[in-house]
């Protein structure tokens, strides 16, 4: 009996065998942009929370820090672990987690309980980015760019998507409202246990096959200890940068331009949706010219804007906004592809490190600069974080370790 979804058993042999399995990488982008979605919900709900629980930004920031640690914490291990013992069905598990986490959110009554559902959502990261990176490798066909951008894109969409979903459902209805998202939650689980089914075939039949000398690497463990961790200082650069968007863009607007909430709310999902569009074309362009070069450009290219951006008028803040994000989101597609690159073999510990890493580095940015704006202000804060993009400066010692790529 064949178990597959009626789109996979319609998929041609070869394509599954040898090609880019494209229904497998249009569900994990899919499953991508409903899991984020959700994750985005939190920080696009800041000022509701704020409002109803009167919290400072301190206090928001350690919101944002709770979900990005629990997040950070547990992905390079998760994804240690299933690297070893890969666990198709632990994506449907871990979407379980973001699920309770959207109900505890929803029906939160203290700060504590807030923290709880922030770190239920964080720990559902934990387990879907990893396994979901895996996926997105095994069914790239060697295209490992456009697969990772696929499946990047998808979570761009959906952390797009969030602010503006909140902003015509969650702000006019209230905080109970977070629950009506758990549909969201129940397809993605539907889908990922599909996917998981097809993941299961494909672990059986690899493990099948002989190993490959493609698993050791050319450099020494000295270069690729020095390359990793000028990686991890370029994913440090990004989403420190990309945290004082995300988490206080919108207080920017409203004490700077005063713009009411739902316009705010508006141009944040301009600038997640030009990150979206940013991952597509590093991934493309990655394949083409090499990923290294794309780290390059995307990390110190950004820099001119966000020098400019705060001192601009709210037009030209629309317009900074937009290439900032276009620009810099070609950046971690081309990152974990480049790691995964110079660590053959260790696709799950790589992309747990490295989202983890962004996680992590996510939230302790809001948290390092929601203390700084209390102490300061919003202006401030972007003052001072226009000048991270100049640690793109250290892509210049990234090895050259460029192979052919599929046009």
């Not at 009506?180 to 690899?206: D, E």
């Not at 390359?227 to 206080?248: C, D, E, G, Q, R």
């Not at 950004?302 to 629309?318: I, Q």
Request: aromatic share 12%; net charge positive.
């Amino acid at each position: 009996m064949d178990t597959r979804s009626p789109a996979l058993a319609a998929t041609p042999p070869k394509t599954l065998a040898d090609g880019t399995v494209v229904p497998i990488l249009a569900a994990i982008s899919v499953s991508h942009m409903l899991n984020d979605l959700i994750q985005s919900l939190l920080p696009a709900i800041y000022p509701i929370l704020k409002a109803n629980f009167r919290l400072d930004f301190g206090q928001i920031g350690l919101l944002t820090l709770t979900f990005q640690f629990t997040a950070s914490l547990l992905q390079p291990l998760v994804g240690y672990f299933t690297d070893l013992r890969p666990r198709p069905f632990s994506l449907v598990v871990g979407m379980g987690f973001t699920l309770l986490g959207l109900l505890t959110l929803s029906q939160a009554g203290s700060y504590p309980l807030l923290l709880l559902g922030a770190g239920l959502v964080g720990m559902g990261s934990s387990v879907f980015h990893p396994e979901s990176s895996r996926v997105a490798r095994m069914a790239s066909g060697g295209r490992h760019g456009l697969a990772q951008s696929v499946f990047q894109v998808g979570g761009n969409a959906g952390s797009a998507l969030g602010p503006l979903l909140a902003a015509f459902i969650v702000v006019p209805f209230g905080q109970g409202s977070i629950a009506w998202f758990s549909g969201v939650a129940l397809i993605a689980m539907i889908i990922l246990f599909n996917v998981g089914r097809w993941y299961h075939v494909k672990v059986a039949a690899l493990k099948a096959k002989p190993r490959t000398a493609d698993t050791k690497s050319a450099f020494s463990k000295k270069r690729i200890a020095v390359s990793i961790t000028i990686l991890m200082l370029l994913v440090f650069s990004k989403n420190f940068y990309t945290a004082s968007i995300s988490s206080y863009f919108t207080f920017y607007l409203i004490g700077k331009f005063h713009l009411p909430v739902q316009d705010a709310q508006i141009y944040l999902f301009i600038f997640l949706a030009a990150i979206a569009a940013g991952t597509v074309l590093g991934g493309i362009i990655g394949d083409r010219i090499g990923r290294r070069y794309v780290i390059w450009i995307s990390i110190l290219g950004v820099l001119p804007f966000t020098l400019v951006l705060p001192y601009a008028n709210l037009f030209w803040t629309g317009v900074l906004s937009v290439l900032i994000g276009l620009i810099l989101a070609s950046a971690f597609s081309a990152i974990l592809v480049y790691a995964t690159e110079l660590v053959p073999g260790r696709v799950g510990m790589i992309a747990g490190l490295f989202f983890g890493l962004s996680f992590g580095m996510g939230g302790l940015g809001a948290a390092v600069l929601g203390q700084l704006a209390d102490h300061t202000s919003i202006d401030f804060v972007y003052r001072v974080c226009s000048f991270l993009p100049a640690i793109g400066l250290l892509a210049y010692f990234l090895p050259k370790i460029e192979r052919p790529h599929a046009r």
